[in-house]
């Protein structure tokens, strides 16, 4: 199932939380969705599910999501870890959601198992911590088997142990030939993921690429050498016009360059080689660096609003996070 948005558009109080975003989801691969706080994710989400009234549309495999029968065998979607009824059980939860499909007692039993929720399915969810909420909720968008997940910022609230086992299983639903789509601000993990990105900054579209591509967007990546004679090499760089600064005790950061050509450059001008690496931004960096200016809240000298420092930001009011 391939999954097309066009032309997403949500306004708020006259400003546009998601601006005319378009893009395609496509089977086999796990999709991370970045943005700064209050850049529209969430909004961008409800939209696609059709929770949200806005403008543009989103086709699943080319139909609308109201085409089809059931639902929730289409997209399970997975947006809110509070999202249930605190009197009623885990199971009974379940079995409610379950009922629109017509999903076996069963087959609730074994999402149960597989979310790690079994010690506590006849347990009221009004005393989970947010992590149990996150694979109730996880469990609820799994139910049917859909051929594309929606979640939002599933990993909040999970422990490491947890947290990596989310990761693979993502992982593993993705390569059996479904859509997983997954907003999150844990960047480390994000890059261990995904094999693709959509990120979006004030509701509109600043990149759709492989994660490599992405990072390889960031100034921050280059190619440390250190030399016996750095000025010498300094002096061969600015004549091949390289972009080339100092770093101490011999070293030189280059941009444009790979290690081969450095190397080869740095035999070339008589230069002892003591060290030649590529240095490779992360996506924590990368995303930092190309999402700065878009930052919707953020935080002035000594703490007080009204500042802004890139890479920073304040939680969401929630109207378009």
């Known amino acids: 199932m391939i999954v097309e948005t066009q032309g997403l558009v949500k306004t708020y ?8 975003l378009s893009f395609t989801l ?5 999709t991370g969705f970045l943005g700064p706080n209050g850049s529209g994710k969430s909004t961008t989400l409800r939209l696609m599910l059709g929770l949200d009234h806005g403008e543009g549309s ?19 979607a997975h947006l809110d870890a509070k999202f249930f009824n605190p009197n009623r059980t885990a199971r009974n939860h379940l079995r409610m959601l379950g009922a629109e499909s017509g999903i076996s007692n069963q087959r609730v039993d074994e999402v149960i198992d597989l979310v790690g929720l079994t010690d506590v399915a006849k347990k009221r969810p009004k005393s989970f911590s947010l ?13 049917s088997e859909p051929k594309v997940l929606l979640l939002d910022e599933p990993a909040n609230g999970l422990d490491p142990q947890s947290i990596l086992w989310l990761r693979d299983f993502l992982k593993y639903y993705a390569s059996l030939g479904n859509v997983v789509f997954v907003s999150s601000h844990l960047l480390s993990e994000m890059q261990t993921m995904a094999d693709h990105l959509v990120v979006i900054s004030r509701g509109a579209l600043i990149a759709d690429q492989s994660m490599a591509q992405f990072v390889a967007r960031s100034a921050q990546n280059d190619v440390l050498i250190r030399v016996a004679d750095p ?11 390289f972009a080339a600064t100092s770093e101490g005790d011999g070293g030189i950061a280059v941009h444009g360059v790979t290690t081969d050509q450095l190397g080869a450059l740095a035999f070339g001008a008589g230069v002892q080689v003591n060290e030649l690496r590529a240095r490779t931004a992360s996506l924590e960096q990368a995303f930092m660096e190309l999402t700065s200016e878009g930052q919707e809240y953020g935080v002035g000298g000594g703490g007080q609003p009204g500042g802004q420092v890139p890479g920073s930001a304040a939680p969401s009011d929630g109207s378009a996070s």
């Not at 109080?13 to 005319?20: F, Y």
């Not at 496509?26 to 796990?30: A, F, H, L």
């Not at 989103?58 to 399970?76: F, N």
């Not at 000025?231 to 016009?241: S, W």
């Open 13 to 20: 109080s006259g400003k546009r939380a998601v601006d005319n």
């Open 26 to 30: 496509d089977p086999g691969t796990v």
């Open 58 to 76: 989103t086709t699943w495999d080319g139909k609308s999501l109201t085409e089809y029968p059931h639902a929730t065998q289409v997209v399970g």
């Open 131 to 143: 992590g149990m909420g996150q694979r109730l909720g996880l469990a609820g968008a799994l139910l």
């Open 231 to 241: 000025a010498k090499l300094m002096a061969a760089l600015e004549d091949k016009g």
